[in-house]
Structures are given as C-alpha cells and as structure tokens.
C-alpha cells in the first residue's frame, strides 16, 4: 500500500490523539467520516497502525531511573544477535533496543525502580552468557525533550 497525503494527515492526527472520534478526525484531514473510517481501517489493515495506548507522564510515577546502555556482543554471527535478543526482549524493563551501527551493537534504554534494580538486571544478563562483550550505563539526569509521535509531514514531504 502506498500511502497518499490524506494516509499521513490521518496517521499524524491519530498519533497525536489515538482517542480522536472519528467525525474528528474526518474533519481535520478534509474527508466525510465513512472514507475516513475506511481508510483507517485500511492502514490497521496494512500494518501502518499497529495498536493505541496510554502515554504516561514517567515523573509522575514517583522514583523512577532510565539508563541507556551501550552494548558490545562477543561475537558476531547471526545466532549472536538472535541470542541477544531473546534474552532481552524477556526483560521488561527493557522499553526499547535498538541494533546499530558504530563501535558498539546495541543501544538499550530500561527503565527501572532505582540503580539496584539496573545492576541486578545487568549482572542477571552477564550470568546468563548471552554474548555482552561490555557494556557502558548512560544515567538520563533529566529529560526535557521527549516526543511521542514521528514528524511524518517532514519524513513525506518530498
């Protein structure tokens, strides 16, 4: 499915506001509800929209400590990597992981209760032998930028 600009004004709106009705939404992107309801449709359909949740205010929660950690793999063949992730995507403090290029493998952000919490959650992985060569903690002290949805008008705009 190729996307038009209606799919991205509808796309951007609903990732501003996955609560919008749809006569809302309808409006904003210039289209009478039924199309509008059919062309969401169609991107859940497609795979575009893959599910609506809350976002959540983390500093409102109380004690909170997100770390993003550098990791380095021993080895690098494909069932490495595989194992690795398995291990990972197990771990629910773990929010996002991301394969990258550069001197390290992994960029992994948790975020967890307090810095026990991390270290114990680390030295579990280390027992585990899942491949980490070295790893390197990267403390967030404060967050004054964090957004929640894609700039899909710049990412199409061309």
């Known amino acids: 499915m190729k996307l038009d600009k209606i799919d991205i004004k509808i796309l ?3 990732q501003k506001n996955g609560r919008i009705t749809n006569v809302e939404l309808a409006d904003l992107v210039n289209l009478s509800p039924s199309p509008c309801l059919m062309r969401v449709k169609k991107l859940q359909a497609e795979g575009f929209i893959t599910g609506y949740s809350a976002q959540i205010d983390v500093s409102k929660l109380g004690q909170t400590l997100t770390i993003f950690t550098e990791v380095t793999l021993k080895h690098h ?3 490495d990597f595989a194992r690795f992730l398995t291990a990972v995507q197990k771990v629910d403090s773990v929010i996002e992981c991301h394969l990258i290029s550069g001197g390290y493998d992994y ?10 919490e991390y270290q114990t959650i680390m030295e579990r992985m280390l027992e585990l032998d899942i491949g980490i060569d070295k790893y390197f903690s990267f403390v967030v002290l404060k967050s004054p930028i964090v957004k929640s949805h894609l700039p899909l008008d710049v990412i199409f705009d061309k």
């Open 12 to 14: 951007s709106q609903l």
């Open 77 to 79: 063949q494909q069932n």
């Open 107 to 116: 960029l992994v952000k948790f975020v967890t209760a307090d810095i026990n």
